[in-house]
């Protein structure tokens, strides 16, 4: 059953013509969802409604300003703090190459030599092994085994795809 347009006539409180409230009346005889909707309304409009004490908006608007003054210095505490606390975390992870960058180029140039090379030397060695492996992998696992790794993956990729449509969608109307 859509409840679309009836909770849209009923929440909007728009005027309808005669076939849309024959319509509507006959949907709230069937529908538990929308008749509650309905009662709520009606029981909403008539409330008395209550005039606020005296100065109540003077009073709000000074904890509004309050607030505001708060929530400002929270957020500069917050920036300030992030950005110390950044500058302290490159400080460390910057350190020793500042130090020496201030001593003589020539401990500079040979560090940096030494760093491309470990670079360079570890690169290939992965790459060899990572091709060793993929030569040698395929003959111990049989074909049932390859299948099975490979349904294991498109598993755990539809599970995954299907979390993420299901956190990202908004669900929308009353579901009875």
């Not at 570890?122 to 049932?144: D, K, Q, W």
């Amino acid at each position: 059953m859509k409840h679309r347009p009836f909770e849209n006539w009923l929440l909007d409180s728009q005027l309808l013509d005669s076939k849309q409230k024959h319509e509507l009346d006959i949907h709230l005889r069937t529908c538990k969802a929308c008749s509650a909707i309905a009662e709520a309304i009606l029981a909403l409009r008539s409330s008395k409604q209550v005039k606020p004490a005296p100065g109540f908006s003077s009073r709000w608007s000074d904890r509004l300003v309050l607030a505001r003054r708060t929530q400002r210095r929270r957020t500069i505490l917050g920036i300030t703090l992030f950005c110390l606390g950044g500058l302290v975390f490159f400080g460390v992870l910057a350190g020793p190459t500042v130090s020496s960058l201030i001593g003589s180029p020539g401990e500079w140039l040979s560090g940096m030599v030494k760093s491309l090379l470990f670079i360079y030397t570890n690169l290939t060695a992965i790459l060899g092994a990572s091709s060793v492996i993929f030569r040698i992998l395929p003959g111990f696992i049989p074909p049932f085994g390859w299948l099975v790794i490979l349904s294991t993956l498109s598993g755990l990729g539809l599970l995954w795809s299907v979390s993420i449509w299901r956190l990202t969608r908004f669900p929308q109307g009353v579901k009875s």
